[in-house]
């Protein structure tokens, strides 16, 4: 769940942070109104982490394997399965 907070209206500011680390409740932090800055539980940051550690290795792996394979061919093919896809919606 993700909730909004106003730091203006926050009287006990260092409460509030140390109850962040605890709480799995995503915050939306305002001043003004404005959104500031968005917390997120410290285990989401790890799933994120490893989650673009897993694509990052997917990408190196087909890089390796398209390194032979000239730009335009890659555009052509590319562009097909694209058109395919479109086609699909």
């Known amino acids: ?12 500011k ?3 942070f140390k109850k962040l680390r605890t709480e799995k409740d995503q ?18 940051v790890t ?4 989650r673009n550690d897993e694509l990052l290795s997917m990408l190196k792996e087909i890089w390796s394997k398209t390194r032979t394979i000239p730009g335009k061919r ?10 395919a896809a479109r086609k699909r919606i």
Do not use: T
Not at 74 to 83: A, C, D, L, N, S
């Open 47 to 50: 799933e994120i982490k490893q």
């Open 1 to 12: 769940m993700i909730k909004r907070v106003s730091l203006d209206k926050v009287d006990e």
């Open 74 to 83: 890659i555009e052509k093919e590319g562009g097909e399965v694209v058109r």
């Open 27 to 44: 915050y939306i932090l305002e001043i003004g109104g404005k959104p500031l800055i968005r917390v997120v539980p410290p285990w989401q």
């Open 14 to 16: 260092k409460y509030f």
